[in-house]
């Protein structure tokens, strides 16, 4: 069975809800995956949107994901912290989801989750980590790696 990640909210390659968006209430799009690894311990998952006028532009990382989990409800890190996941900083400067928020009139922009299944049930990173610290932290430990992408355009 192939690693794959899908969401209720989107289909692969479709639009974004608004509500997931910064035009929306600017929370996380409910995601579910299957087909991980036997082995796998956790997960990571960021969001990327390589469409951006600065180049790769950094949503979301979420890391330490129970390695059992199948999904990430709605709104995950927007209330009060339940479960030990942690948060990257974003390119907004945010240890949380920032959604989509391309600049009006720039056209389609493409965002990419993507899911990597990992052999190690913590990822060591520095504190405060960027995104993208935590994208290079997981690269050793990856199994394998399942994407989903969602389009957006003001």
């Known amino acids: 069975m192939p690693f794959i990640m899908n969401s209720p909210a989107f289909e692969d390659g479709s639009a974004i809800p608004t509500n997931y968006t910064c035009d ?11 087909g991980a690894p036997a082995e796998t311990r956790s997960f990571v998952l960021i969001l990327e949107d390589p469409d951006a006028p600065s180049g790769m532009f950094r949503h ?3 890391y330490n994901i129970a390695g059992g ?5 709605e709104g995950v890190g927007a209330g009060v912290k339940t479960e030990s996941l ?42 405060a980590p960027k995104v993208t610290d935590v994208w290079d932290a997981a690269q050793p430990h990856i199994i394998d790696q399942a994407e989903l992408v969602g389009t957006y355009s003001r």
């Open 86 to 127: 942690g948060y990257g900083i974003n390119d907004f400067g945010d240890p949380h989801y920032g959604g989509p928020c391309p600049p009006k009139g720039h056209g389609t922009h493409h965002y990419h989750f993507r899911l990597a299944a990992l052999k190690v049930e913590t990822l060591t990173v520095p504190n």
């Open 24 to 34: 929306g209430e600017n929370i996380s799009p409910p995601l579910e995956w299957s």
């Open 69 to 73: 989990r199948t999904l990430l409800p």
């Open 60 to 62: 979301w990382a979420v």
